[in-house]
C-alpha cells in the first residue's frame, strides 16, 4: 500500500495529530479543554484519550503500528519476540527488560515498536571501570555496584539529550546523523553481531548441520506456512530444531542435553536487587556510551519507520527519552543498561507484524518469566547450533534494513563522501572483536565504527555542503524577521 494512501496526515508538513505532545503543550487546541493551572494542555482530558493507538483487528497483511492480530496471535507473537532477546539478557535483566518496555510504550504513547533490553554498548565500558575478569561458572562482578551506579547517571545524561530533542525538534540529529550515517550505523550493528552468531552456529559439526536445519525451518515457514503459522516462523523453527536436537541427542546420534541447571534451579525467585555506588572514574568511563545509544536509537527508528511504511523520526525524542527512564529505572534496582533491540527489528522484518501492543504483551511476559528460575535455565538449554541459526537471520536482516535506509533516503554512492563514511564504518564493525582503549576510554565493535561514521561525515562534509548549510540558515533568520515584520504591522 502507498504510503500516502495509508497515512495521508505524516506527508502534509501543516498537519499535527492530536496526540502530539507537542501540540499540547503550545496550549493552541478548544478552550474546550479542561486545562491544568500551567495553563498547557498536557493532560487534558483528548490528549489522554488520543495519546495510545486505538488498535484495529488485522487478521492477515502487513499488521501496522495502529493494527493488531487476533488475541492467540498477539500471545505468541509476545512470546516470539522474548524468546528473540532472550539469549542476551539474564533472567534478572528479564524482568529489568519487561519493566523498561512499558516504560518506553508509555513515553512514546505506544506510537514506536520497540523491545527494551540490555544493551551490549555497555560490556566493554562496565568491565574496564569495575576490572571485571569473567570466569566460566565463577562469581559475578564484585564491583557490580560501580558498575550501575556509572549506568545510572549515563541514562540521567542520556534523559538530558532526550529532552532536548523533545523540546527543541529532531533536525538537529539529522543533520549531525544523516541516512548515511543511521544506515551505516545499523549496518555495523548486524555485521558486528553477526560474529558471535556465526560462532554459535559452528561451534561443533554437529551444531553447523542443526544451524542450517533452524535457519530453512525459519525461512520456510515464513514464507509457505499457511494462516497464522506463517506469523511465527522464529518460534516455529526454535521449537523444531530443538525437538531435533533432543531426539538425535536421546537416541544416542548426537550429543545429548544437559538438564542439570533446569533440575538444580528453583521454579520461583524474585530478581537480584543490587544498590548503585557512584565512582567518577566509573562514570566518566560509562557516560560517553549515551552517544552510541543514541545513534542506536535513531538507526533503530529509521529501520522500524521504513519497514512499516510510517515515518517515525518525530517521536525520537520520546524514543530516547522512554529509553533513557529504563535505564535509568533498571540500574536503580542493579540491573543493566538497556536500548531498543536489534534482535526483535529482526523478527519484525520476519512477520511484518509492527503492532505496539505486542510488545506490551512480550513485556508482560518477561516480567513474569523474570520470577521463574527453571524457565530461564530451559531458555538456556537452547543448543548453540539452534540459536546460532536464529541469531543469524536475525542480524542478517538488521545488516539488510541498514541498507534499506541507504536505498529509500537516495544516498548517493556516486559521492566519495559517502563512500567512505559508509565503508570505513561497515569494516571496522565487521573486522573488530576487541576493545579499543585510549586510558580511561574504551570502544567496542559498535561504538568505534558509530564514532567514526559521525565524525567523518562532518569532517568530509566539504565546502559546498557547508555553503549550503549557511546559505539555508541565512534564509531562514530572514524569513524569521520578515515574520516579526509582518506581525508588527498587523
Given at each position: 500500500m502507498d504510503n500516502m494512501e495509508k497515512y495521508p496526515n505524516d506527508f502534509n508538513p501543516g498537519y499535527k495529530p492530536h496526540h502530539d505532545l507537542t501540540e499540547n503543550l503550545s496550549g493552541s487546541s478548544s478552550h474546550d479543554e479542561k486545562e491544568i493551572s500551567t495553563g498547557h494542555k498536557f493532560f487534558s482530558k483528548q490528549t489522554l484519550i488520543d495519546y495510545f493507538p486505538k488498535y484495529k483487528l488485522k487478521k492477515s497483511g502487513i499488521i501496522y503500528i495502529d493494527?493488531?492480530?487476533?488475541?492467540?496471535?498477539?500471545?505468541?507473537?509476545?512470546?516470539?519476540?522474548?524468546?528473540?532477546?532472550?539469549?542476551?539478557?539474564?533472567?534478572?535483566?528479564?524482568?529489568?527488560?519487561?519493566?523498561?518496555?512499558?516504560?518506553?510504550?508509555?513515553v512514546t504513547g505506544g506510537k514506536v515498536p520497540s523491545y527494551v533490553g540490555s544493551s551490549f554498548g555497555f560490556i566493554g565500558v562496565v568491565v574496564s571501570a569495575t576490572g571485571y575478569n569473567y570466569v566460566p561458572s565463577g562469581p559475578g562482578n564484585a564491583r557490580a555496584d560501580v558498575a550501575v551506579g556509572g549506568i545510572l547517571v549515563c541514562g540521567l545524561v542520556y534523559g538530558a539529550i532526550?529532552?532536548?530533542?523533545?523540546?527543541l525538534g529532531h533536525n538537529w540529529i539529522n543533520y549531525v546523523m544523516p541516512p548515511v550515517v543511521t544506515g551505516t550505523v545499523v549496518m555495523t550493528i548486524g555485521i558486528h553481531l553477526s560474529t558471535s552468531a556465526f560462532k554459535n552456529a559452528t561451534s561443533t559439526t554437529f551444531d553447523s548441520w542443526m544451524a542450517f536445519t533452524t535457519i530453512m525451518l525459519i525461512s520456510l515457514v515464513s514464507v509457505y506456512a499457511p494462516g497464522m503459522l506463517k506469523r511465527v516462523p522464529i518460534l516455529i523453527g526454535m521449537v523444531i530444531g530443538y525437538l531435533i536436537y533432543f531426539g538425535v541427542g536421546w537416541s544416542g546420534h548426537g550429543p545429548a542435553i544437559d538438564y542439570t541447571e533446569v533440575y538444580a534451579a528453583p521454579w520461583f525467585a524474585a530478581p537480584k536487587f543490587i544498590q548503585p555506588k557512584f565512582e567518577a572514574?566509573?562514570?566518566?568511563?560509562?557516560?560517553?556510551?549515551?552517544?552510541?545509544?543514541?545513534?542506536?536509537?535513531?538507526g533503530h527508528i529509521k529501520a522500524v519507520g521504513s519497514m512499516a511504511e510510517q515515518p517515525l523520526d518525530k517521536y525520537l525524542g520520546r524514543a530516547i527519552l522512554g529509553d533513557a527512564l529504563a535505564t535509568i529505572v533498571s540500574a536503580a534496582g542493579g540491573g543493566p543498561g538497556t536500548t531498543t533491540y536489534s534482535e526483535n527489528i529482526g523478527v519484525m522484518a520476519v512477520t511484518q507484524i509492527f503492532s505496539t501492543l505486542i510488545f506490551l504483551v512480550a513485556a508482560c511476559i518477561a516480567i513474569f518469566l523474570g520470577f521463574i528460575q527453571k524457565f530461564g535455565a530451559a531458555i538456556h538449554t537452547i543448543p548453540s547450533g539452534v540459536f546460532g541459526g536464529l541469531s543469524i537471520i536475525l542480524f542478517g536482516l538488521i545488516t539488510v534494513s541498514g541498507a534499506r535506509i541507504w536505498v529509500e533516503n537516495e544516498v548517493d554512492f556516486k559521492d566519495s563522501r559517502n563512500m567512505l563514511v559508509a565503508g570505513i564504518p561497515v569494516v571496522l564493525g565487521a573486522s573488530m572483536q576487541t576493545t579499543l582503549k585510549w586510558g580511561n576510554f574504551e570502544l567496542d565493535g559498535i561504538g568505534l565504527p558509530t564514532y567514526t561514521a559521525i565524525l567523518l561525515y562532518q569532517i568530509l562534509r566539504g565546502w559546498d555542503s557547508i555553503i549550503t548549510l549557511f546559505q539555508r540558515k541565512k534564509k531562514e533568520r530572514a524569513m524569521s524577521v520578515n515574520s516579526e515584520q509582518q506581525a508588527a504591522v498587523v
Open positions: 493494527e493488531r492480530p487476533s488475541a492467540p496471535q498477539c500471545l505468541l507473537m509476545g512470546i516470539q519476540h522474548v524468546l528473540a532477546m532472550f539469549g542476551s539478557t539474564v533472567l534478572a535483566a528479564l524482568f529489568f527488560s519487561g519493566v523498561g518496555t512499558i516504560i518506553f510504550y508509555i532526550g529532552l532536548v530533542i523533545f523540546f572514574q566509573a562514570i566518566s568511563i560509562i557516560v560517553p556510551v549515551c552517544v552510541v545509544l543514541l545513534a542506536e536509537n535513531l
